[in-house]
């Protein structure tokens, strides 16, 4: 079947089979391999997307069922080579080891400070508690967070 | 890799639409409204649907109508983020808003429903696995198999009601609307479920839960209360609903406490409601009534962590719970933090 979606601001159309996922239109079909495929099935959130502007994972949602619809992806956070200030803080903090985790994490992070520039720990533990990291035990994606906050203005150090 | 198994996909924009195809799909059709129960049990063979209707395209399915003075009517397809944040539902149904809260995370939350969340099917560990990992061991009567795998004697499946909102449904005095060919009825949210296992509602297949009707939320208190080993993701091993309505100096004139995540339906715990009705509620009181509340929950063997401590923490939790509305200090945390 055919579906056609504003990705990241410009409209795609691709032909993918009726059981396809989100994940696998954006990974297989349009080639945007920053959402991860680790679980697929809502245990890790290393595929989160915005769905019309709300983060969802997009491994448990079908591709037809975003036909006609917005969608946004780690990808759209930047153009060319500058980092987003979220992704910046990321390196910066040390919050990257394997890294897969990372593009997950990142537009968590975002959906959170667009939200609440200011958050504090309690806050920003709820919003990531949807996504899993194998391998930095989490400080460091709490120290980029705080980083984050402070980059974009809010009053965090 | 998981996939779906091959089928195909209605999205009818009316309930109307939705009743005609469900119907005509017949025991091949399934109801889908945000996948995240169904399409992680599909990825693993529990369901193999070759119709799925989705609901979600329904605009009338997705409002929150009403206030707490005259009740509400939420629909089957607002989300669990919607009722968890929804000012009326934390103002007087807050069990629910907690509920709803603590179910799984944010992004899932962003996508599941409370109509979802209350037709969620049931769970065991032996069960919530691969098509390969079943097979490897040997399939239950629950999908593909002739026996139960924790109770090998049994005639019947075990599997445990994991919903976080329907303990906290019942203890509120919600009623369902289910819309079907044969028209429309309304139950009690207790009476949606079954004890047992397999067929663990009590509606047809076809069968579509409309919205949930809470009614006047006049003078009752109410909180939830949820045990798993993480602050996130797990499901309930145990889930504490508690409603109280009190009158003049504190009196208790109605109780309501139900137990999630202890057999196939939800428990009422009746008789223990019924040691606070007319009386204060006291410390000693409390210990009472969780003494009596946590009788009912007899776990078996087929949710995390181990039989004894899931009944001892029933005692707990409900104590706690009913410690938290009586404004006594309590240890732990409502909804699902850890
Ligand atoms: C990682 C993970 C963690 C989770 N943790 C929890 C948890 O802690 N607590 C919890 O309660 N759940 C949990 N869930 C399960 C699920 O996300 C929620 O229960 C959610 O609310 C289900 O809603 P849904 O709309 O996605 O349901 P769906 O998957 O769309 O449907 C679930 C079932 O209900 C039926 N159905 C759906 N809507 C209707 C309707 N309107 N009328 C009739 N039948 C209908 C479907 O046919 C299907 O059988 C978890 C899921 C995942 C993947
Ligand atoms: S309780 Fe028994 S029959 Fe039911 S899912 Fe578990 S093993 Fe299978
Ligand atoms: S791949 Fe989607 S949540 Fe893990
Ligand atoms: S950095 Fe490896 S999983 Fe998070």
Redesign the pocket.
Known sequence: MRVRVRVNGAWRTAEVWPGASLLALLRDALGLCGSKNA?E???CGSCSVWLDGELV?AC?VLAAQADGREVRTVEGLTTGEDLHPVQRAFVEAGAVQCGFCTPGFVVAVVDLLSRDPDPDEPRIREALSGNLCRCTGYQKILDAVRLAASKLGGSSP | MLRLPPFTYLAPRTLEQAVGQIGEAGPEG????????????MKRRQ?EPKVLVG??GIRD?GRISGTPAQGLAIG??A??AQVASHPAVAEGYRALAL??G????PP??N???????????TRCNYYNQTYHWRKSIGFCMKKDGDICLVAPGSPRCWALS?????PAAIALGARVR?VGAGGERVVSAADLYRDDGMRY?S?A?D????DVILPPADGWRSTYW?L?RRGS????IL?VAVALRSGPGGVIEDARIVLGAVASRPVVATRAAGLVMGQRLTADLIGRVAQAASEPAKPLDNADLTIGYRKRMARVYVERALRELAGLPYDGAPG?AR
């Open positions: 679980c099935q809502g245990e994972c448990l | 399934m109801l889908v409204a945000g996948g995240t129960d169904l399409y992680p049990n369901f609901l979600r399915l089957a397809c989300t669990l509920a709803a603590a179910v799984s995370t899932l939350r996508m599941g429903t409370l109509g979802g969340n209350l037709c969620l099917d994991s919903t976080d909102a329907a289910l509602l509606k297949p069968e579509i839960l409309v949820k798993r993701f797990d499901f309930p889930g699902g």
